[in-house]
């Protein structure tokens, strides 16, 4: 049927109905052209808008997991870091302290008598020892990567540390003066701890404890 006798009709249906009937078929059409929209154009759109949002949530997702990831690496490089500076400190405090070392080392075994006797002697009546003791020597083992020098590498091994507990008092200057004529008279010295107490002022009481290393063990 040719389209102008269609629709001409459908008018004269029209025409022939209710103004309420006529209503009824316009609000009918209008929602046939409104389903036909929202099915054809609309839903589609949704999709469309909905699997745009689920890619995007995705991709938040996957920003998530890499920035986490990132972190874990950056933590574990700075930990990493971290554990290597403190090892280089270390490996860096032991040679200075072989170095130290090196050039205080005595081949035979000392004379703890003499260390004793250069004690007292330097005792004043402004500073004088209150009491010393000789401490059994024992082993100590050191040793040195073969990237440090030579003189490290030559105060490795199994060295004797001779030890002399020391009790001073006297007035804090001349404390210092006897300590340094002690050490004078020792170049080879080494000191393991010191505690000063003020106490008893003008008088002072030094505790030290003082060492020698030696290759050799006194038998």
């Given amino acids: 049927m040719p389209m ?12 022939q109905m209710s103004l309420r009937e006529q209503l009824l078929v316009l609000v009918g059409v209008g929602v046939a052209i409104y389903l036909f929209f929202d099915v054809l154009v609309y839903s589609a759109q949704k999709l469309r808008a909905q699997a745009l949002q689920d890619r995007q949530t995705a991709l938040q997702l996957q920003v998530t ?7 874990a690496v950056e933590r574990l490089q700075a930990g990493e870091l971290e554990k290597r500076d403190q090892e280089l400190r270390q490996l860096k405090q032991q040679a200075a302290l ?10 035979q075994a000392p004379a703890m008598g003499q260390l004793v ?7 004043s009546a402004r500073a004088h020892a209150v009491g010393v003791k000789t401490v059994p020597a024992k082993p100590v083992t ?6 440090q020098g030579k003189a490290a590498q030559g105060a490795s091994g199994t060295l004797y540390k001779y030890g002399v507990d ?3 008092r006297g007035h804090y200057l001349d404390l210092m003066r006897l300590l340094v004529k002690l050490e004078e008279s ?3 010295l080494l000191w393991s701890s010191a505690t000063l107490n003020t106490s008893t002022y003008p008088e002072n009481t030094l505790r030290a404890s003082v060492f020698l290393l030696s290759k050799q063990a006194n038998l």
Avoid: H, Y
């Avoid at 050191?142 to 990237?147: G, V, Y």
């Fill in 142 to 147: 050191i040793s040195a990567s073969p990237s």
């Fill in 4 to 15: 102008p006798l269609l629709i001409t009709r459908v008018r004269d249906k029209l025409q």
């Fill in 117 to 123: 006797s250069d004690v007292l002697a330097l005792s």
């Fill in 186 to 188: 020792n170049p080879k």
């Fill in 98 to 107: 072989l170095d130290t070392l090196a050039g205080n080392v005595i081949e």
């Fill in 65 to 71: 997991v890499l920035t986490a990831d990132m972190a």
């Fill in 166 to 168: 020391i009790e001073l």
